[in-house]
């Protein structure tokens, strides 16, 4: 009869253990939980950064092929957005804390820069046949554009676009 009244106090001290480990457990998955949670949100805001410099960089290659003056290589008159003034895409009722931007990359001395012609693939201009008309293409460009959304994350994009002129050289 004495041993079992020194043992009637063990199932309570064993279960408030086991308790305490479950609660501990329970802790460590819901900071798991909170970590993913943030670095979920961080790669939203990079992706999202990324499509608004994809964005720019569209509108940069339409700057090009509308403004591009063929006759003069490397003359480019452009209004594309910058720092100060940048450009946005997307509804703004979508993003209720700000609108992701483009601009021009800030970085580099000229964003929308005209390649060497000489030393370009197809030595600053080619000529092609479609459909019976003759296309010709410019010298390349290269187009430099920086996407950004309203909490900082950023992302550069950089391409290279050539300009379809019709009739050719």
């Known amino acids: 009869m004495r041993d079992r009244r020194r043992e009637g106090g063990s199932a309570l001290i064993v279960t408030?253990?086991?308790l305490l480990l479950l609660g501990v457990i329970g802790l460590s998955a819901l900071d798991t939980v909170m970590r993913d949670q943030q670095v979920a949100g961080?790669?939203?805001?990079?992706?999202l950064a990324l499509y608004a410099a994809e964005a720019g960089l569209a509108e940069a290659k339409d700057e090009v092929r509308r403004n591009y003056n063929y006759a003069v290589i490397g003359e480019l008159v452009t209004t594309f957005p910058s720092v100060g003034s940048p450009g946005h895409f997307g509804?703004?009722?979508?993003?209720?804390?700000?609108q992701p931007a483009y601009y021009a990359d800030p970085d580099v001395t000229d964003s929308m820069k005209a390649l060497d012609p000489v030393s370009s693939p197809g030595g600053g201009g080619s000529n092609?046949?479609?459909?019976?008309s003759s296309w010709g293409y410019s010298a390349p460009y290269k187009l430099?554009?920086?996407?950004?959304?309203?909490?900082?994350?950023?992302a550069k994009v950089e391409s290279v676009v050539m300009n379809r002129i019709p009739g050719g050289y």
């Open 16 to 18: 408030v253990m086991i």
């Open 42 to 47: 961080f790669q939203n805001r990079s992706t």
């Open 91 to 98: 509804d703004p009722s979508l993003y209720p804390a700000g």
């Open 128 to 132: 092609m046949r479609v459909g019976g």
């Open 144 to 154: 430099r554009v920086v996407g950004k959304t309203f909490d900082g994350a950023t």
